[in-house]
């Protein structure tokens, strides 16, 4: 029989039959040989987890000790005393003292400062020694040509002069640009209206006093 003349039954068949040779090949090679027994309860052990170690006792309070006696967050690591303010608010407390300077006026014998307060309000004009009302403890010092100085609890403190950034105010009062048209008419209204308007009259004459003859 011809190999062109083999249909695809054949061609199936010898596929078989080489797979078959194959297999009964590595039979006789020892396939399957080292396949091992299945326990009786058909489960295998589980891996068993590694132990966590169990972790010692804490340290005494004796070895911290070091931390009190040379604290981490002081400058020269001693121990400094602290007190608790109850009427301090926090951090963001205010020391009374919260304006804005907006204004001096300086002259060889006179100085004044114009401040507002931070939040708004009408301005206060203070010379030199003189304090707000809200914050009597804070004296103006000194008045300089864009700052103040004032004396208060914490030392001195300088108010530097607001300057205006663009924000907030009112914007000026737009221009209106005349038209071209309108101009000309009110020219002519107004050139009409001198023709159109009345002479003044003539000023009274004096009558005339003849000289006393002699």
Known sequence: MRIETANARTWLAAAVAG??????????????????AIDPDGETAAPIAAAIPVPGA??????????????????DRRPHPFFIDPNDAG??????????????????????AILQPAGGGDSIRLRVGEA???ASNW????????????????GPRTLELRVYDGVGGQPPTPMRT?????????QAERGASGRNR??????PTMPRVAPPTR
């Open 91 to 112: 951090d963001g407390a205010s020391t009374g003292f919260d304006y804005v300077l907006t204004s001096v006026l300086r002259t060889p014998d006179f100085a004044m």
């Open 58 to 75: 804490e340290p005494p309070l004796s070895r911290y000790s070091e931390i009190a006696t040379r604290p981490l967050f002081s400058g």
């Open 178 to 186: 005349p038209v071209a048209g309108e101009d000309a008419r009110a």
């Open 139 to 154: 004296a103006l010092d000194s008045v300089d040509a864009r700052s103040a100085v004032f004396i208060g609890p914490e």
């Open 198 to 203: 009345a002479p003044p009259p003539p000023p």
């Open 132 to 134: 707000p009302p809200e």
């Open 19 to 36: 797979w078959a040779l194959l297999v009964w090949g590595l039979a006789l090679a020892g396939l399957g040989g080292r396949i091992g």
